[in-house]
């Protein structure tokens, strides 16, 4: 039985930002909540656990991309939520140079 039409994305470039957004933007979104982590506490902790915790979020933030109406919508959120994370990467790598 096929999927109901009215549920589908119609436009081709709203698919593309959503997977996109989903693929790239979840993935970007979740190592840099890891390296802000990582910058401001114990680096090494931080690394190790992120190797499963990355990959839950990581998926979740998948899900999440695929909920909203609107790809380039969830884009721009994602992107905010990079430059956040990096800003707080960078002043907490300032603080605490890991090297």
Not at 50 to 64: D, G, R
């Amino acid at each position: 039985m096929p999927a109901n039409k009215k549920y589908l994305t119609p436009t081709v470039s709203q698919r593309f930002a959503k997977i996109s957004a989903a693929i790239l933007g979840g993935f970007i979104v979740a190592i840099l909540l890891h390296l802000a982590l990582a910058s401001w506490f114990n680096h090494v902790a931080v690394i190790i656990t992120s190797t499963f915790s990355a990959f839950i979020l990581w998926a979740t933030l998948m899900i999440v991309a695929f909920l909203g109406k609107n790809g380039w919508k969830v884009w721009g959120i994602y992107l905010l939520a990079s430059l956040v994370l990096f800003v707080i990467f960078h002043f907490g790598n300032q603080t605490n140079p890991i090297v």
